[in-house]
């Protein structure tokens, strides 16, 4: 069947999704809520048998703030679909777990757990997986610099001898890049000032 | 000739060989370094290509890479150090027994890397001290196999048998 | 005192049902510098004398914030990242994050461009398969296979060198095009590799393949079902040797995959040695498709002529030109100029699929990079697989699925 019927069809079963805007494979929105329902259907009735990846996307000043996305492809018809669901709340994002119906979104919802803070309900084991345990920021969101905060280090005798700690990477007032959006910059690339150099501390402004 | 050489004059003293005992016990050391991979990231992969046929690490005497650090003289942290992993390193660093070194392979060992980010440690010398540092991202083999003459050569010039005498006595 | 009547034949049984024998179970941790793991991968094991009860993989040792740093480069300046994800097949890599940044631009590249890519596509799955092969022979405790794998790939090395200046972490491909064209005589030299390989591999097949302590070793061993691998997104040769006909190659072809005739070798039972016969397959395969290439090689451009403002013109073209002088500056300084969207993109890597999921909003910047690396993947599956099986094992287990940390952790 050609992809034209095969949107009309995902869309005539699950009548709840929207569409949404994309440069290749279907895509459509889901409300939260809504979301394992949705995904059942799609592993049992339309044979999206492969989770292929599930993230997070943080849209800073925009409300609602955190999008959860999954990504699943079907061997059969050979088609990957995009799923988008907003979370529900803006400072403590939560989300519910697909882990029940894909075993793999387990270790991708922990990740996103790690970087974003989403907390996904009814997952088996939700603690970080990239980071420590006992680091206290959630890195990938937008307000956390990309040199990092400094903390300490997790292990004390490490610490006691070597009087090592987590620092913030030297970026000197960089990185030296353009930001987004489709408009030219009248010169070049300015520095992010996104964090402080080792030795000297960020003036107060 | 530097004071540290070997002098052997076999009209003199027949098969008795006379020497500074830093001199002897600086070329054993010297020559038998047993390195302890830490391989971790891109690097390793150099570090085993050194190891194999066409670089041959073994014509320097160390093809012996313990992964006991207890066997082993030298650590090459060869690969990106992440904060997770700084303790680790330190502990396996504590482990292994006088006289040891540090070797730091490649950028991302030696201060960083291209990788400054809130993650990565930021040089492997902010936990080690480190001996030798090698640049490169990845270093090739001939310069994995320049920093370890070098160290050869930083081994050669040590006070040995000043450390031994101090170690026993302290 | 009550005489306990046990006989040889069963011990272990009865054992167990003594009080007195009754022991605790200890807790093993296969730390993250182990000479066997194929990275810094930690597991942490339970175990009931010989035989592992529990296995906890504890992975985050390499993450090096990847996906944090794409956020500040421009997507030419994350190409060398990108080399350092599988850095086994650093080339494999570069194109598929050329393709998915080209996708989100709806970019159309040259023949001879895709077929460039092809090429090196396949030689760094050589590259990765010979070193899975050779580190897998060393796991089970054969290191003649190891040393024969390496002065293969070091050959693949000198290639690498002459093509793109860099023996790997190779950061040859910019998007809408590759950084130089193929140097002269390049193709005969790939061919002449090509011609050799089959018996260093068959050598290599003669040592492992019919061994007796291999075959022991590794069959019946971390057998994976296909509805489990499924389950748990596992991709590329680990699920193909579970007997699921999934190649990225032939059901979603990219970069002009179509054009060549190849076949892909399935697996029946998933277990360790269908896995190990997979990879030994598809070294042939991949073969196969470079001689095709090398043979249908289109002349050409060899980078999307019309893409003004996503490609850098050749340098001679920029020193001498106006137009092309501020091109190169605002790509260089600005970055390649994107359109808003978002694109999803999986090609077929060595390891499995790796997926690149770029959100733009415009500008030479992206939103969000997510990298789906197979590795990461792949080894979600060890709480369920390891369990039951012996400690000794855990080594070929873990060979086998032939990981790599740095697609892992990012």
Known sequence: MSSVEFQSQILDLLDYLDKRPSNDCFAFNCPIEKLIDCMSALRDQLDFDLLVDATAIDWDQESPRYSV??????????????????????????????SELYPAADWHERETFDLFGIHYTNHPNLKRILMWDEYPYHPLRKDFPLAGIPTDLPAPDVVEVTGASVKSAPLMGGPFVSSHGNHTSGSEPKGKDQS???SDVKPAT | ?????????????????????????????????????????????????????????????????????????????AGTVTYKMAEVVRRIYDQMPDPKWVVAMGACASSGGMYRSYATLQGVDQ???VDVYISGCPPRPEALLDGMIKLQEKIRKESSTQDLIESKVS | MAIKEISIGDTSTQASEVAEFQSEKMELNLGPSHPTTHGVLRVVLEMDGDVITKAEPVIGYLHRGDEKLAEN????????????????????????YAIAVEKLAGLELPPRCQAIRVLISELARISSHLLGLGVYGMDTGAWTPFMYCFTEREKLYTLFEELTGARFTTSYTRIGGVARDLPDGWTDRVIKFCDNLPSVIETVEKLLTRNKIFTDRTQGIGVISKEDALAYGITGPNLRASGVDLDLRKDKPYSGYENYDFDVPIGTTGDCYDRYLVRVEELYQSIRIVRQVIDKLPDGAWYAEEAKQIFSPPKDKVLTSMEELIQNFMITTEGPKMPEGEVYFEGENPKGALGFFVVSKGGGVPYRLKI???????????????PGHMMTDITVILGSLDFVMGECDR
């Open chain 1, 196 to 198: 402080w150099t080792e």
């Open chain 1, 69 to 98: 996305v999954y990504h699943l492809y079907s061997t059969s018809n050979r088609e990957y679909i995009r799923i988008v669901s907003n979370c529900s709340n803006d400072t403590h994002p939560q989300a519910p777990s697909v």
């Open chain 3, 73 to 96: 480069m421009t997507y030419n300046q994350f190409v060398p990242y990108t080399d350092r994800l599988d850095y086994l097949a650093p080339l494999a890599n570069n194109v598929t």
């Open chain 2, 1 to 77: 000739m530097t004071q540290s050489q070997l002098s052997y004059n076999s009209k003199i003293e027949g098969e008795v060989v006379v020497t500074r005992t830093d001199a002897v016990i600086n070329w054993i050391r010297s020559h038998s370094v047993w390195p302890m991979p830490m391989g971790l990231a891109c690097c390793a992969i150099e570090l085993m290509a050194a190891g194999s046929s066409r670089f041959d690490i073994s014509r320097f005497g160390m093809e012996v890479m313990r992964f006991s650090p207890r066997q082993a003289d030298c650590m090459i942290v």
């Open chain 3, 372 to 386: 789906r690396g197979p590795s990461f993947c792949n080894l979600s599956i060890l709480e369920k697989l390891v």
């Open chain 2, 127 to 129: 936990i080690l001290p």
